[in-house]
């Protein structure tokens, strides 16, 4: 058996929209606005045949690496970045979480081995996903990451919060039929996580320190009440603000349950609470 093989193990050949299962990795185009396949209103069979490919391109470079850890005594230097700059637009703001993370060994380094790998295949699509629908990526925070969608023309789809809804949609639909499929194939715990989605106006900004630790921030209290939605989340549960129910097409509503009323956020106009959803929605296999 070859060491941390764990994740060499795959089969995805009932995933829905291939009959044959994985096919020979495609030579990917760099990231578009708006990519190929990609419909906001369902899963597209084209969209869904491009993400097993890229997952499997992604699992197949995980294992011709090797070994990812290796044994240091120096942290990489980060990059000097202008720092001090912000844009305030509006936008949906997109938190995930891992569930559980910490309870997932990670001791020995065969542990860290397989667990670094497990992240790599996971926030690689994710990110992915983001991407795809129009999103931007702010961090990666370990066992989660931040996104955000900003409402724009430059898109199909300009509405940044149904783009942030589909997008966490694809997120749990691919982690179910194609990311837990390869962990459970290894013996391995499946990936569990929430997300929550704010909407409105928000500055992104770059600060720290220059030649020293400097990050961009989504600097407001849309990302901060998104981030909170996370504490109200239960596993594979869509947590929305009232602002993203009001921008999401009348169709979508029917799938947004009251989560809570106390959310421990107001209206500052009126001072009456502003409830959290539960997005109850989710992607049938495409046709």
Same mark, same amino acid.
């Given at each position: 058996?070859?060491?941390?093989?764990?994740?060499?193990?795959?089969?995805?050949?009932? +995933?829905?929209?291939?009959?044959?299962?994985?096919?020979?990795?495609?030579?990917?185009?760099?990231?578009?606005?708006?990519?190929?396949?990609?419909?906001?209103? @369902?899963?597209?069979?084209? =969209?869904?045949?491009?993400?097993?490919?890229?997952?499997?391109?992604?699992?197949?470079?995980?294992?011709?690496?090797?070994?990812?850890?290796?044994?240091?005594?120096?942290?990489?230097?980060?990059?000097?970045?202008?720092?001090?700059?912000?844009?305030?637009?509006?936008?949906?703001?997109?938190?995930?979480?891992?569930?559980?993370?910490?309870?997932?060994?990670?001791?020995?380094?065969?542990?860290?081995?397989?667990?670094?790998?497990?992240? $790599?295949? @996971?926030?690689?699509?994710?990110?992915?996903?983001?991407?795809?629908? /129009?999103?931007?990526?702010?961090?990666?925070?370990?066992?989660?990451?931040?996104?955000?969608?900003?409402?724009?023309?430059? $898109?199909?789809?300009?509405? /940044?919060?149904?783009?942030?809804?589909?997008?966490?949609?694809?997120?749990?639909?691919?982690?179910?039929?194609?990311?837990?499929?390869?962990?459970?194939?290894?013996?391995?715990?499946?990936?569990?996580?929430?997300?929550?989605?704010? $909407?409105?106006?928000?500055?992104?900004?770059?600060?720290?320190?220059?030649?020293?630790?400097?990050?961009?921030?989504?600097?407001?209290?849309?990302?901060?009440?998104?981030?909170?939605?996370?504490?109200?989340?239960?596993?594979?549960?869509?947590?929305?603000?009232?602002?993203?129910?009001?921008?999401?097409?009348?169709?979508?509503?029917?799938?947004?349950?009251?989560?809570?009323?106390?959310?421990?956020?107001?209206?500052?106009?009126?001072?009456?609470? =502003?409830? +959290?959803?539960?997005?109850?929605?989710?992607?049938?296999?495409?046709?």
């Amino acid at each position: 058996m070859k060491p941390y093989s764990p994740l060499d193990p795959y089969s995805l050949s009932t +995933f829905p929209g291939s009959s044959t299962g994985l096919v020979p990795r495609p030579v990917l185009a760099p990231p578009a606005k708006i990519s190929p396949g990609v419909n906001y209103n @369902f899963l597209t069979p084209d =969209y869904l045949r491009t993400q097993v490919e890229r997952v499997k391109e992604t699992l197949d470079k995980i294992i011709d690496r090797g070994a990812h850890v290796s044994v240091g005594r120096v942290l990489p230097d980060d990059d000097s970045l202008a720092i001090g700059e912000g844009r305030r637009l509006p936008m949906a703001i997109l938190f995930l979480d891992i569930c559980s993370f910490s309870d997932r060994p990670a001791a020995t380094q065969e542990e860290q081995e397989i667990l670094l790998r497990i992240m $790599h295949l @996971f926030f690689t699509e994710m990110i992915r996903i983001a991407e795809d629908y /129009g999103g931007t990526v702010e961090k990666n925070t370990g066992d989660g990451l931040m996104a955000y969608f900003e409402d724009s023309s430059d $898109h199909a789809e300009k509405n /940044g919060s149904k783009r942030a809804v589909a997008a966490a949609l694809t997120m749990f639909y691919i982690n179910a039929r194609a990311l837990n499929r390869i962990l459970a194939q290894a013996g391995i715990t499946p990936i569990r996580f929430r997300v929550g989605i704010d $909407h409105g106006n928000v500055t992104i900004a770059r600060v720290g320190a220059a030649k020293r630790f400097n990050s961009i921030v989504a600097i407001g209290s849309t990302a901060n009440a998104a981030c909170k939605m996370l504490g109200k989340a239960e596993p594979d549960e869509i947590i929305v603000g009232e602002n993203v129910i009001k921008a999401l097409p009348s169709d979508w509503l029917g799938y947004c349950k009251l989560k809570t009323v106390d959310s421990g956020w107001i209206y500052i106009n009126t001072g009456t609470p =502003y409830p +959290f959803y539960r997005y109850a929605g989710r992607w049938v296999d495409p046709s």
